[in-house]
Each structure stands twice: as structure tokens, then as C-alpha cells.
């Protein structure tokens, strides 16, 4: 049974997010991005980490990314870096997850995915003040197929089920879905030149903006 969170003041999240080697990032991007491809990448969790940095319940984020391009920009908006241990998305998610235990113990921790360029902090926030009320939980993204985040009060097993149906995964462990209105820049992930689209229209972050006039002028230029 999901129990309530007792203590009313762990509001200091640290938010863990994975970034995959660059040569294996948005892949699905490859035809519509070309050459900017890898960049793309690079700007969209640049500015998912900067956005989640400026929500007043994150405390700090923690980047797990075995690239060193994008450690290094990625610790330039402010993120704490950590190696990737190579053994897939959800170790590296428990990986950072450690590391965020051993910063500051006793404080909430979450996964957030790398893909959410239009990322709002106030949206963000509204997510993890209902996060705060339950054991584990999660935030199904605007396909209700994925995650797009999850997440663990103090003291309790960090237990991430990213990865194809993680909807599904994650309830059958017993998280929480958050069902929240007004929260779609958490929700919109993306993988696809669709889902490119859509964030676009919901207003994305700086860099993501630059990178998509880049992939414009390119495409128009044959």
C-alpha cells in the first residue's frame, strides 16, 4: 500500500538524468536533423537540466553520461556529472541515484528523462509537489506508453523501469501514476521529428531553438 510522505519539508529533489553517448542519441532524428543530429541532442538536454535546475523543489541534478562532449556541456548549465557504468539505461539510473544518496542523504530522488526541451519549471514543479505525497511514483509521457519521470521518498529502493512500455512496468511495481492536468512540458519527450513538432509548438528552451532553425536552413538547402 503507497503510504503518505511525513515529512512536509523534503522538498529538495535531485533529479537524475541519463544521456547516452552522442553517437547513439536520437537516432530516430537522424533523416530529419543530418549532420546536426548529435548537436540536437546535446541542446535538448542542455536545456531540460537548465530548466529543471530553475524549478524551486530541485535541489541539484545529476547527469550520468559516459560522452564527454556532452558532461562537458552539461556541467556548464550546472549539472553534477558522473560516468555511465555501461550496463543500461536503468543502472545508470540507479547509479546516479546512488550518487545522489551519498550527496545529500535523506532528501527525495527522481529520474527525469534527457528529452524534454520545452520543459517548464513551474510544471516540473507541480509533478514533484504531487510526487511528494506518495512512496513511488511516476509520470506517464503524452503517448501514456513511457516515462518520463520517476521517483522514490527518502530511505525507499530507487527501482526505475524506463524502457519501451514503462507505463505498464512501473504500475505493475506498485509506483504511483501521477494523473495531473497542465503538465504537458513533462510529459513531451522526444524521439521523433514528430515529437520534434510538438514540443516546438509548446515553446522550447534556447538551445533546442537554435539547433531547430540550424536543421531548417539545412533541409532547405538540400
Known amino acids: 500500500m503507497l503510504k503518505a510522505m511525513p515529512d512536509p519539508d523534503s522538498s529538495d529533489w535531485t533529479l ?3 544521456v547516452k553517448t552522442l553517437v547513439a542519441a536520437k537516432t530516430r532524428l537522424s533523416a530529419a536533423a543530418g549532420p546536426h543530429r548529435a548537436a540536437l541532442a546535446v541542446a535538448i538536454a542542455c536545456d531540460t537540466v537548465a530548466a529543471a535546475l530553475r524549478c524551486p523543489l530541485v535541489a541539484r541534478v545529476v547527469v550520468v ?8 556541456a552539461l556541467a556548464g548549465v550546472g549539472a553534477h556529472v558522473v560516468g555511465d557504468p555501461e550496463a543500461g539505461l536503468n543502472a545508470a539510473l540507479r547509479h546516479g541515484a546512488a550518487e545522489a544518496v551519498r550527496l545529500t542523504p535523506g532528501t527525495p530522488v527522481g529520474a527525469l528523462q534527457a528529452d524534454l526541451p520545452a520543459l517548464r519549471p513551474a510544471e516540473l514543479a507541480r509533478v514533484l509537489a504531487a510526487a511528494a505525497e506518495f512512496d513511488q511514483m511516476f509520470l506517464p509521457d503524452a503517448a501514456e506508453v513511457g516515462t518520463t519521470f520517476y521517483g522514490v521518498r527518502p530511505g525507499l529502493p530507487f527501482r526505475p523501469g524506463f524502457g519501451g512500455r514503462s507505463r505498464d512496468r512501473h504500475l505493475r511495481r506498485g509506483a504511483k501514476e501521477l494523473c495531473l492536468d497542465g503538465v504537458d512540458s513533462v510529459r513531451r519527450d522526444v524521439d521523433t521529428p514528430d515529437d520534434l513538432r510538438l514540443a516546438l509548438a509548446l515553446g522550447v528552451g534556447p538551445r533546442t531553438l537554435v539547433m531547430a532553425e ?3 536552413e539545412w533541409a532547405v538547402r538540400g
Not at 65 to 72: F, L, Y
Open 16 to 18: 537524475v538524468v541519463p
Open 65 to 72: 553520461t559516459g560522452d564527454p562532449v556532452a558532461a562537458d
Open 214 to 216: 540550424r536543421i531548417r
